[in-house]
């Protein structure tokens, strides 16, 4: 079972809607959850990370956890062109800063 | 903003040849990481490597794969005899201690092709 799994889309909306990215995760270790943002042939940029369940904002996004379920959301507001991209959710445990695990992430297009 | 430069950008070798990857990671930061990625499939961790030496590593990371900081700026991956499969965007992150270690800075990474 792979450890962080995501829809790989791509999920096309149109400019301004609000966009909705999910995972699942199986190892009930992980503590730190992130999303990166990684457009075509750059590296993954950190977008932002929570502790553990609850919702983190930031701007027009938002991230949630909830570890009940073991499901990992970010929303995008007001979604622009530029928001188009790959989004990675990604996981930690407590122990190990080094190994973070992505999932396979979900091609976003925001049509003007 | 500081940021992690690799180099190459691209290589191409011949299957059975050394290739090593450069990185300058973050100045100030203590953690530094290989990841890959194959084309089209999720980013996968490689190793890690803190203190002058490896922290972590995964079940890809075999004999074949070493890194290096040599001069106490770069961070190097070295792979000793290239396989097709090693075929991959290879990036290069870092990051700090504490909770700034959830803050991993990725290069544009090193496409490495084998033929």
Known sequence: QKEVEQDPGPLSVPEGAIVSLNCTYSNSAFQYFMWYRQYSRKGPELLMYTYSSGNKEDGRFTAQVDKSSKYISLFIR??????????????????????????TGTKLQVIP | EPEVTQ??????????????????PISNHLYFYWYRQILGQ??????????????????????????????????????????????????????????????????????????
């Open chain 2, 7 to 24: 180099t190459p950008s691209h290589q191409v070798t011949q299957m059975g040849q050394e290739v090593i990857l450069r990185c300058v």
């Open chain 2, 42 to 115: 999720k980013v996968e961790f490689l190793v890690s490597f803190y203190n002058n030496e490896i922290s972590e590593k995964s079940e890809i990371f075999d004999d074949q794969f070493s890194v290096e900081r040599p001069d106490g700026s770069n961070f190097t991956l070295k792979i000793r005899s290239t396989k097709l499969e090693d075929s991959a965007m290879y990036f290069c992150a870092s990051s700090g201690a504490g909770a700034g270690a959830n803050v991993l800075t990725f290069g544009a990474g090193s496409r490495l092709t084998v033929l």
């Open chain 1, 78 to 103: 007001d979604s622009q062109p530029s928001d188009s991209a790959t989004y990675l959710c990604a996981a930690r445990d407590t122990e190990g800063y080094q190994k973070v695990t992505f999932g």
